[in-house]
């Protein structure tokens, strides 16, 4: 049988059309075991016609769809059919698993990746986005994902480092890291379907050593943490409102500033004074109750029109982010108004000082939503703590106020004495 030409499928088209008939074209000499056809059938107001791969395997004819005329063209089917099912065929495989056997680009790999990371529900995605579309461009985004060498990577990231931008660097590793780690085991994911087979062997930014962790120390103590705490009521220099609050939260409830900076009235329960989120950093749901020192801090905040307790400064559509919080905290730093202290440092200032206020490392553990290890928290306690947690705040607030009114009459006491 000789090749189709698109003349023929045009005058098969229109016979289809006039007789109201299906008809299917075969293009080549193909025998045997399979080879590619195009189906016509006649529609109330149109003719489809649909670019098949045909298989016989176990004395059953099977077909596959690869696309639609004149969306695929004659020479684009016969492309994919030789590229991605002539070879299956030909060695009995069924072509029901066939699929693009294109390996995978670099733009292919790192839009597949952060798909997974937005299908997730992961907030890092955004931010791995912005990363990864930059490193990209320099990589090339058309070339193979797998051609892509470890010296390559590292010319990516030495620019970075040299320019003093440490963290960055590391920051840069690691999305190439998870990236290309996701894509080697994607591949043999059965739960998803990846667009694309990368065919990746090695992930090339794994013998990239870290830049090492500097893990902090630094905690507030408690003359610092009231100077600080005073600073955010009064500030003497104007501020954006949510700014100082958020951080006043911070300091009270020992929770991370991401899940604190995105605090949504749909978290907010005023009657039982509890913050409640479904999903967090670790990827378990979270409930706190706070001090009665933060409630009313709390209930004094009119959300915006968008639900925010923190709005940002510049789009009040979104909550302020922990980048922008961050960097409110170390303009003031720089002017010496407030005690040398990070956002971390205030949750680790909450977990020293609530430890001197008389609760368990347990009950911390578990008011900072910090994974517990062992086999029983992990696999067979579901007890959600509610009624020890609220006797630890209520112990915290205790302690709170006591501190905040101790340092102010000492502070009166110096004043009126001098």
Sequence with gaps: MPSLTDGEIRRALKQVEEAGKQLS????????TGRLILVMKPMPTRVTADWMAQQWRDQKRLKKKLGSYPSMSLSQAREVFKRDYA????????????GDTRAGTVADLF???????????????????????K????LGRSRAARDIEPDEIKEVIRPIYERGKRSMADHVRSYI??????GLKSEHDYRTTSPRRFRLVHNPAAGIPTEPKNVGTRWLDEEEFVRLYRWLECPDAPVHPPYTRAVRI??????RVEEIARLHVDQWDSAE???????????????IPVPKVAAELIESIKPNEYGWFFPSATDPSKPVSHGTLYSFMWRQRDREVIPVVTNRDLRRTWKTLAGKAGLSKEIRDRLQNHTL????????????????????????????????????RKMTVLQEAA
């Design 177 to 182: 890291r998870s990236a290309y780690s996701w």
């Design 135 to 138: 490193i990209a461009d320099i």
């Design 111 to 133: 839009e597949a990746y952060v798909a997974s990371l937005k299908a997730e529900g992961k907030p890092s995605w955004k931010e791995a986005e912005k990363g990864l579309n």
């Design 25 to 32: 074209l075969v293009d080549g000499e193909g025998h045997g």
């Design 250 to 255: 911070l300091m009270l409830t020992g929770q």
């Design 273 to 287: 004074r509890i913050i409640d989120w479904s999903k967090t950093k670790n990827g378990k749901p979270h409930a």
């Design 373 to 408: 290890q062992d086999v029983s928290s992990k696999s067979y306690d579901r007890w959600n703590y509610m009624p020890e947690k609220r006797t630890a705040m209520i112990r915290w607030d205790k302690f709170v106020r006591e501190l905040l009114a101790k340092k102010k």
């Design 87 to 98: 070879d299956m065929i030909q060695k009995g495989r069924s072509i029901k698993i066939a």
